[in-house]
């Protein structure tokens, strides 16, 4: 087992669904909330672990915006961000595509320019201290506006260059992909790539709806579709890549055990299934943790294993050179 855990922490991997303010661990959240003169609710790290026992998506959401509360300055995102990407390098991730949620933090007056810049510098650190490259996805909120995601895009076009794609989060349920159909064609006009959480809570026909009318590149999550054969038929033929989040789906019930998680199943059927962490400090684990546990889980082989990482390098918004380079590479650590 030591030596298979071992396989899995150096496995060459990209991470594709990590949302950046749910890397945030009590321990930084303390430090920040000192940093910040910030009053938080909770006298102790033990106390705002035992607080992350969720029933569903909206229990983790609440949480989670009151944690973000901390994050003011952008050296407070750099270190954000530079923690997760230390974590992240120690799980073999050789490239990483975070998520960002601006208006959790313009809604309270942060200025835009900080939360990006803060994250912008921690991009460039690990870069030239860890080899980790990575890319900014924004993320709209579902549950505020179309008016209010425009503004956002609006905010962002001073760093376009350094966003790559737009994607969709929050409360899923009763905020269809649709709501958002004209910003995200704006977005793609702009030339960022499309992503969507669909189908984490909601049902199929949003990860339809995120095909059909945003033209996603990629689906985050997307265990429901497994609920309409059409709808997996077409994600195959498409060759889609779903950004799947075991132990997130453990934490927020979409699974109620990781021994009927869908992974294998997801990867028997031919659709191109990727392992993430979501929010690993709220979940309880890195992605290196998400493999084991689902790899435990399901009785997951080495070559399962292999397919997850290369569909993680296939299934990024890299350039098909630097993908092909990092393929290679990982072939060659699955060969020895
Ligand atoms: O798992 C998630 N789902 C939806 N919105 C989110 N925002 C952070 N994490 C999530
Ligand atoms: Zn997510």
């Given at each position: 087992m030591t030596d298979f855990f071992a396989f899995i922490a150096g496995l060459p991997k990209a991470e594709l669904h990590l949302h950046i303010e749910g890397s945030l661990e009590p321990e930084l959240m303390f430090e920040l909330a000192q940093r910040n003169r910030v009053a938080i609710p909770y006298a102790s790290v033990e106390e705002v672990r035992a607080a992350y026992d969720f029933s569903n998506l909206q229990d983790f959401l609440d949480i989670y915006y009151a944690g973000a509360d901390?994050?003011?300055?952008r050296a407070d995102f750099h270190d954000l961000a530079m923690a997760y990407f230390r974590r992240a390098a120690a799980d073999g991730v050789v490239h990483a595509e975070i998520m960002f949620d601006p208006q959790a933090h313009t809604d309270r007056g942060i200025a835009f320019e900080e939360v990006i810049e803060g994250l912008l510098s921690a991009c460039r650190a690990a870069e030239s201290e860890l080899g980790l490259t990575s890319s900014l996805i924004l993320s709209f909120l579902r549950h505020l506006s179309e008016e209010a995601a425009f503004a956002t895009l609006e905010m962002a076009k001073p760093w376009l260059e350094h966003i790559v794609a737009v994607g969709l989060d929050s409360s899923e349920v009763g905020h269809p992909p649709q709501k958002f159909a004209r910003v995200f064609a704006a977005a793609r006009a702009l030339g960022l790539k499309i992503t969507a959480h669909a189908g984490e809570e909601g049902p199929p026909a949003y990860v339809h709806e995120a095909l059909e009318m945003l033209g996603v590149d990629r689906i985050d999550h997307g265990n429901r579709a497994l609920e309409d054969e059409a709808l997996v038929a077409r994600l195959v033929a498409e060759g889609m890549t779903l950004t799947v989040c075991p132990l997130s789906n453990l934490k927020l019930c979409v699974v109620d055990d990781l021994a009927d998680h869908p992974l294998d199943r997801m990867l028997e059927l031919g659709l191109r299934a990727t392992v993430n962490s979501d929010d690993p400090a709220y979940f309880g684990g890195y992605v290196a943790d998400n493999y084991r546990a689902v790899a435990d889980a399901r009785a997951l082989s080495r070559e399962d294993l292999v397919m997850l990482a290369r569909n993680s390098f296939t299934g990024s918004f890299l350039p098909p050179e630097a993908i092909a380079v990092h393929l290679d590479r990982l072939e060659a650590y699955a060969a020895r």
């Open positions: 901390v994050l003011r300055t």
